[in-house]
């Protein structure tokens, strides 16, 4: 798969990298993916003032008129929200306002004063849509950010498209979360894991994937300090705290992105619960402990050392 | 000349019934019109999936009152009030891989 074309750029606040398996069909691969992810950000970036998911929010308390696209992608929120029994939640906003990420992660403070208070977290069961009507409403004090889902259902979205427009296989990293569609490569799509997608070079695993999904959730990444104290972006809902430092990665394979990005996430919320419960899920993923010790799903295959 | 007295009574009973049933269906239209504009104005929510139950404790403040049927016009969002779709494993099974590909899964 070395040789297989790629081609990367700027997303999301994080990069991207599609790679195709025709290398005369990667430019309209990465046309294709390049106009998914317009289309997303300005759906449901938390960064954008125009975005619908900021007129929901500025709206709080009232039904605000938004696109199809924000309205699927806050369905499919609100249902990784009830799959993983509210772990990873679409009204976590506040309290990752309340945290210091209240802006681009490139220009967030890294350093501030301890944090005295956190934001409960109201749950998406608060969330309504009106899906003749094409509105939503959030109630007053709720604040939705859909980084956790969005992103993910844009790699889904994005390969599905760029896949049928190329008219061969396609693979799409957005920030580390990973969908393929179309014919795979022969021995399939070879991806390496690490705690950042932007430094390959960190622990040496690696997977290969023909169909679906593949997300890594970490602690370790988009990182700051409150009053000396490391904070991370994975919320716990049930605290409106960062998850615990149980595991430093988490990644999972799944039918798409979007569910390997949920479980992922959700794991590292769980903390020690979570092998059971992606187990239970039948869920390759391979977890990882804060000293680098390794663990497995049974449907995770065996390590082989890169 | 006398009318029937049995003919009058009848007569004024079909003209009662004819009040009657006009009164009923001109009910029924009006109660209809109401209900439709209610649940344009006033789409209701659904109750929380059964799975919530376990994070109760979820900052209640902000919740509106729980357990309050859905309106019509209110359609519910995707596993919401049902069974949600559980998180599914992919199609084909991973293998292990040597890490030589141009991509890698990490944080971000």
């Known amino acids: 798969m070395d040789g297989l074309p790629h081609a990367a750029f700027p997303v999301f606040g994080t990069g991207a990298v ?10 309209t691969a990465v046309t294709t993916v390049r106009g998914v992810c317009d289309e997303f950000d300005a759906a449901c970036s938390g960064f954008r003032p125009d975005s619908d998911v900021e007129n929901v929010n500025r709206g709080a308390g009232t039904w605000v008129a938004v696109g199809a696209l924000f309205l699927s992608a806050l369905s499919e929120a609100l249902r990784i929200a009830a799959a993983t029994d509210g772990d990873v939640d679409p009204t976590v906003g506040r309290a990752l306002h309340r945290l210091g990420y209240d802006r681009d992660f490139a220009t967030i403070l890294r350093d501030g004063p301890a944090l005295r208070e956190f934001a409960p977290v109201p749950g998406h069961a608060c969330v309504q849509i009106d899906r003749r ?17 969005a992103k993910a259902l844009a790699a889904d979205r994005a390969a599905a498209a760029a896949s049928c427009a190329a008219g061969c296989g396609v693979l799409v990293s957005l920030g580390g979360d990973l969908a393929v569609d179309g014919p795979p490569p022969a021995e399939g799509w070879d991806v390496g894991l690490s705690d950042s997608h932007a430094d390959p070079s960190a622990p040496g695993r690696a997977i290969r994937i023909r169909s679906g999904g593949l997300a890594t959730s970490s602690t370790t990444v988009r990182t700051w300090t409150r009053g000396g104290v490391r904070v991370h972006h994975i919320v716990d809902p049930s605290t409106g705290r960062p998850a615990p430092d149980v595991w430093r990665t988490v990644s ?10 949920a479980a992922a996430t959700a794991a590292i919320v769980r903390g020690e619960r979570a092998l059971a419960w992606l187990e239970d899920a ?6 990882v402990r804060r000293d680098g010790a390794a663990v497995r799903t049974a449907a995770w295959p065996a390590e082989v050392a890169a | 000349m006398a009318s029937d007295p049995i003919a009058t009574r009848d007569s004024g009973l079909r003209r009662v019934s004819r009040v009657t049933r006009t009164a009923f269906a001109g009910a029924l239209v009006l109660a209809g019109a109401l209900s439709a504009l209610a649940a344009r104005e006033l789409p209701g929510r659904t109750s929380p999936p059964a799975g919530n139950a376990t994070h109760s404790h979820r900052g209640p403040s902000l919740l509106p009152p729980s357990g309050s049927a859905a309106a019509p016009g209110f359609q519910a969002p995707s596993g ?3 069974a949600p779709a559980p998180l599914q494993p992919p199609v084909s099974a991973p293998v292990a891989g040597s890490g030589g590909g141009p991509v890698t899964s990490g944080g971000s």
Do not use: E, F, K
């Open chain 1, 282 to 287: 039948g869920l390759p993923a391979l977890l």
């Open chain 1, 133 to 149: 009507r094409r509105r939503v409403r959030v109630p007053t004090g709720a604040r939705l950010d859909l980084g956790a889902t």
């Open chain 1, 18 to 27: 599609i790679a195709t398996t025709d290398p005369s069909a990667l430019g």
């Open chain 1, 252 to 261: 999972v394979a799944a039918a798409t992105c979007v569910d390997a990005n």
């Open chain 2, 80 to 82: 919401q009030g049902t």
